[in-house]
């Protein structure tokens, strides 16, 4: 009787598969980054300072510019 094991991603470097797991890999990423840039611009500055950002850092988020 054979198992499959549907917690490992399959070995698909250099292939066709391992670009579209990279492109979806990549489009999480930024899906991510996109909802967080998103909640903190809806905070309060008060709230921001708090969590020890300010305004402009979410801006520099987007280039990954931020570094505490």
């Given at each position: 009787m054979a198992a499959l094991d549907f917690h490992r991603?399959?070995?698909?470097t250099g292939s066709v598969g391992?670009?579209?797991a990279n492109t979806l890999a990549n489009f999480r990423s930024w899906n991510d980054a996109r909802a967080t840039r998103k909640?903190?611009?809806q905070l309060s500055n008060h709230e921001l300072d708090d969590i020890g950002l300010v305004r402009g850092d979410i801006d520099d988020m987007r280039y990954q510019n931020l570094i505490r």
């Open positions: 991603a399959p070995h698909t391992g670009f579209f909640a903190l611009s």
